[in-house]
């Protein structure tokens, strides 16, 4: 891997916790919309898949961290991230062959939703459920409204990606 790379990562965790802080969208009782995932969702969509699930992972850590969250939720929401960017670049993969970007869009919202239930939904409500001893089921209800707001999040930056590949390409790989 090289320095550039390894640089374009560490300013997408950089944006991921700075959008996540200093945006807070409230959306259900104590819950705010983390709209980092838009970072991670561009990196999946214009880079490398692992680059977006890097950026997830390493923000959720650093968000929680800075952000006085501490260990409250971090570590299945960071594995649940890369359980997300695997799911969104894969199905990416076979999107991209697509030449209609409304079409492309479309079934990349489709995979949102599937890579967001089971990154938030099954991975994290798992994750949680043994550090906080309480039973899957619980933990997958209250994780719901986590779900909800992140999978809203993912989708509104699928628009947001379209727009912005071209210039975030040549930014990062040149002419």
């Not at 969250?69 to 997300?84: D, E, H, T």
């Not at 989708?155 to 379209?162: D, E, R």
């Amino acid at each position: 891997m090289k320095t550039k790379d390894i640089t374009f990562m560490a300013a997408g965790i950089a944006l991921f916790v700075a959008l996540s802080m200093c945006l807070r969208v409230p959306v259900f009782e104590n819950y705010y919309l983390c709209l980092g995932y838009i970072v991670m969702t561009v990196y999946i969509w214009c880079f490398r898949w692992y680059e977006g699930a890097v950026v997830g992972f390493f923000g959720v850590i650093l968000y929680c961290l800075v952000g006085g969250l501490g260990f409250n939720g971090m570590p299945g929401w960071a594995v649940g991230n890369i359980a997300i960017g695997l799911i969104l670049g894969a199905a990416l993969k076979h999107v991209q062959k697509i030449r209609n970007k409304t079409v492309q869009v479309l079934l990349m919202a489709l995979a949102a939703v599937v890579a967001t239930f089971v990154g938030i939904e099954i991975i994290k409500s798992l994750i949680d459920s043994v550090v906080v001893s309480q039973p899957f089921a619980v933990r997958m209800a209250k994780n719901m409204t986590s779900f909800i707001a992140d999978v809203f999040v993912i989708v509104m930056s699928l628009p947001i990606c379209v727009l912005v590949e071209r210039y975030a390409r040549r930014l990062r790989y040149g002419e």
